[in-house]
């Protein structure tokens, strides 16, 4: 059998852990009931899922009840925006967020102009960072909610929650973040950060796909939130649909295990990072997109001069699977918004690599996917150089 390429794409998603799986296992078949119903069946589902969004909410210090489980972060996104657009919309329809947001973010923004909000889309600085003085200067009367992600997917950088949380506060702006890529990566506080809503997924921290959560705030304030999902009645009125109990359990668990070796796993990847790093330095007019250390342990994202991103994707493709900073839509292909928004010319962002270290990667994987990309940009420079 051919061995396959080694995984390093894990901002895109991670492979699940065996003990997630083995804990969603029973809930399959013989805990098959509808949490829902009233009757051992039911019961026996309802006590996991209620199990799995205690596990959340003390993940982020929150409140079982200002759990909402959603399809992942897509749909929490789409939730907490619109949701909060249709609640709010007779205080105000001017909703601020960032260059650098994932698209779930920034197409139901986009969606919402259509409507008459109306959108303000912060810069950042070179590194990924926003303006925390830009923001409160953008706040205005008839701002009724604030969406700043956690953990950027292409170049890991870090917002200042508490610092954006606290001006939000100040002026009364409901606070909302994408964290689909921090949850159990970074400590996260709703109460320290002052947040108000906040996405999460289970697919980007070993967790099944086509789960995640909303965290509604319930008190100082409570949070409305228009339902986009209208049936029978599940999650308080708020998403309706029947809870899929395994896939709740498998988040928890994963939550769980994350949350237990936060600090030991990042210390781990993160000096995988450092050895990726000290390999590729290697290379002539190698550069790092996004900010030195205030980023995910796992993220590494360079820009390589002269060198296709794209191109040089495929020329490893059975070495590692990573992502390029160009996004292929059906007609074309594009540079990241998001390494544009960064300031890089077009040509840096074309030439970009995005690394997604995990769990299950080891030093010696590290080693020959750094050796392999040295040497296939070496040969593409002496390919460009004999023309
Ligand atoms: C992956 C991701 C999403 C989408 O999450 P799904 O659960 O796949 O819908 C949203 N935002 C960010 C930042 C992500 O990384």
Redo the contacts with the bound molecule.
Sequence with gaps: MFQRPIYLDC???TPMDKRVLSAMLPYFTEYFGNPSSLHQYGWEAETAVQQGREIIANAINATPEEIVFT?????A?NLAIKGVAEAYFSQGKHIITVATE?R??LDPCEYLQTLGFEITYLPVNSEGLIDLEKLETAIRPDTILVSV?A???EIGVLQPLKEIGEICHQHQVLFHT?A??AIAKIPLDVQEMSLDLM?L????VYGP?GI?ALYVRRRNPRVKLAPQLHGGGQEKNRRSGTLYTPQIVGFAKAVEIGINNMAKENQYILQLREKLWSILQQLEGISLNGHPTKRLSGNLNVSVEGIDGAALLLGLKSIVAVSSGSACSSTKIAPSHVLTALGRAEKLAYASLRFGIGRFNTVAEIETVGQAVLSTVKSFRQKAVLG
Excluded: L
């Design positions: 901002h895109a998603t399809s992942g972060a897509t749909e996104n994932h779930a973010v992600m953990a950027n997917n994408d689909a890529q996405s997924t289970a697919h980007k796909k995640g």
